[in-house]
């Protein structure tokens, strides 16, 4: 298979103006992203999508291949489907430019070892939660699976609700995601549905209309950056790792 991986580096923040060229020791959160990401030898391509001119002048300083995308984008997933229009590929592997402590080893499980690239394939990564706390913040989003790894359903919310005892695990979102040609074009033309628009998760365009999507399980490390405060928590993880 032709595959190729892309992560979307958006302009406008109103959270965190210019996330992707934040400063993480001494790089841009974007470098951390797309290095790890071209240790990872399946991709015959790695770009950096973006809208914003500062953000491809900063990502082509450090030798990212950048392709320029519309602004008027409200998800990730929607500019990944501009890049499927434009490039040619068997699969699109799409890493959230705001995950800078992901490896090639957990970026990677995302790919099925087999796959029709003519099917509707959608999957994503998700770990396990270390922090019981997290489980309960609203900010990060719950995943609960079937046993073939098929999401059941996502929720802000602790999900699934714990009445029988504490004995689970529970599951986060990780920002990797593959997609077919077919599934992104699926997503494109398919109007949001209620749950999508209530729980802000772009999943629910493939579940509420009875399209399977896969959550895989990578056991990694993942702190995505939403907010300035995030960087010192990425920063002190890398440095406790030298």
């Given at each position: 298979m032709?595959?190729?991986?892309?992560?979307?580096a958006?302009?406008?923040?109103?959270?965190?103006?210019?996330k992707?060229?934040?400063?993480?020791?001494?790089?841009p959160?974007?470098?951390w992203?797309?290095?790890?990401?071209?240790?990872?030898k399946?991709?015959?391509?790695?770009?950096?999508?973006?809208?914003?001119?500062?953000i491809r002048?900063?990502?082509?300083?450090f030798?990212?291949e950048?392709?320029?995308?519309s602004?008027?984008h409200?998800?990730?997933?929607?500019?990944?489907?501009?890049v499927?229009?434009?490039i040619?590929?068997?699969?699109?592997v799409?890493?959230?430019?705001?995950?800078?402590?992901?490896?090639?080893e957990?970026?990677?499980?995302?790919?099925?070892?087999?796959?029709?690239?003519?099917?509707?394939?959608?999957?994503n990564?998700?770990?396990?939660?270390?922090?019981?706390v997290?489980?309960v913040?609203?900010?990060n989003?719950?995943?609960?699976?079937a046993?073939?790894s098929r999401?059941?359903?996502?929720?802000?919310?602790?999900?699934?609700?714990?009445?029988g005892?504490?004995?689970?695990v529970?599951h986060?979102?990780?920002?990797?995601?593959?997609?077919?040609?077919?599934?992104?074009?699926?997503?494109?033309s398919?109007?949001r549905?209620p749950?999508?628009?209530?729980e802000?998760?772009?999943?629910f365009r493939f579940?509420?209309?009875n399209?399977?999507?896969?959550y895989?399980?990578?056991?990694?490390?993942?702190?995505?950056?939403?907010?300035?405060k995030?960087?010192?928590?990425?920063?002190?993880y890398?440095?406790?790792?030298?």
């Amino acid at each position: 298979m032709k595959i190729i991986c892309v992560i979307p580096a958006r302009g406008g923040s109103s959270r965190f103006p210019g996330k992707p060229l934040a400063p993480i020791c001494g790089k841009p959160m974007a470098q951390w992203v797309y290095e790890h990401c071209k240790e990872a030898k399946c991709f015959e391509q790695v770009l950096i999508a973006t809208d914003s001119e500062e953000i491809r002048a900063a990502c082509e300083a450090f030798g990212a291949e950048v392709v320029m995308t519309s602004a008027t984008h409200d998800t990730a997933t929607e500019r990944l489907y501009e890049v499927s229009t434009r490039i040619e590929a068997d699969l699109y592997v799409m890493v959230n430019g705001d995950e800078p402590l992901l490896t090639k080893e957990s970026i990677v499980q995302c790919i099925p070892e087999r796959l029709d690239p003519d099917t509707l394939f959608a999957a994503n990564l998700m770990t396990d939660f270390d922090n019981p706390v997290e489980v309960v913040d609203n900010t990060n989003l719950k995943i609960v699976t079937a046993a073939d790894s098929r999401c059941l359903f996502i929720s802000r919310s602790p999900i699934p609700y714990p009445k029988g005892g504490m004995d689970y695990v529970f599951h986060k979102f990780v920002g990797v995601g593959a997609f077919t040609r077919k599934a992104l074009a699926f997503y494109h033309s398919t109007p949001r549905g209620p749950i999508e628009k209530i729980e802000e998760n772009d999943s629910f365009r493939f579940i509420e209309n009875n399209v399977p999507v896969y959550y895989y399980n990578c056991h990694c490390k993942s702190l995505s950056v939403d907010t300035p405060k995030d960087i010192a928590a990425v920063e002190h993880y890398l440095e406790a790792q030298r």
